[in-house]
């Protein structure tokens, strides 16, 4: 789950991969294995992400998908990290479908 946040934010500021690993200093490829949930993000890079985009590291690891030993809470604060995911694809396919929606001619 926190690798579709972190896609998420980048694509809701408007970045291509490389752009945003050049500002991050990493490779575009380990950005694509992030991205892509083949790697975990460590916390130095979730905290360049905090930096980059001014959003509280406490805010990217509520995307945190698996936490050792869960408790009761758990289920919830699953339930809530998906629900806004979900609601961050929903404007991104808004902003895609609007940008490819031809313009009228008056």
């Known amino acids: 789950m926190i690798n579709e946040a972190l896609r998420l934010i980048r694509v809701f500021h408007d970045l291509k991969q490389f752009e945003l690993a050049d500002r991050l200093n990493v490779s575009k490829s380990h950005l694509s294995e992030i991205e892509s949930g083949s790697k975990t993000p460590s916390l130095d890079l979730i905290e360049k992400y905090s930096l980059e985009f001014r959003i509280p590291v406490s ?46 001619i008056q």
């Open 59 to 104: 805010a990217i690891i509520f995307f945190a998908e698996e936490i050792p030993n869960a408790k009761r809470g758990e289920k919830a604060r699953t339930k809530v990290a998906s629900t806004v995911l979900d609601l961050l694809s929903f404007i991104e396919r808004k902003a895609d479908a609007k940008a490819v929606s031809p313009v009228s």
